[in-house]
């Protein structure tokens, strides 16, 4: 199976535990593969970084971003 992840669930899935979390889960697991253009990988970092700053949170999404 190949998918495109919603920016709303990379956020989610490297900042919180939720279901957004368990589909990254289940990429690491290779239970799908990950289609996307640069943009849109683009995308994925300038959201993460716009949240972390907003909100403070200390984690690093660069590592996840970077694997993806």
């Given at each position: 199976?190949?998918?495109?992840?919603?920016t709303?669930?990379?956020?989610?899935?490297?900042?919180?535990r939720?279901?957004s979390?368990?589909?990254?889960?289940?990429?690491?697991?290779?239970?799908?593969?990950?289609a996307?253009?640069?943009?849109?990988?683009e995308?994925?970092?300038?959201?993460?970084?716009?949240?972390?700053?907003?909100?403070?949170?200390?984690?690093?999404?660069?590592?996840?971003?970077?694997?993806?």
């Amino acid at each position: 199976m190949i998918a495109v992840l919603d920016t709303s669930v990379v956020l989610a899935g490297i900042f919180f535990r939720t279901d957004s979390y368990r589909c990254l889960v289940a990429f690491a697991r290779r239970n799908y593969q990950l289609a996307g253009t640069p943009d849109i990988f683009e995308e994925y970092r300038e959201a993460c970084a716009e949240f972390k700053q907003r909100s403070g949170r200390t984690e690093k999404p660069e590592p996840i971003l970077e694997w993806l």
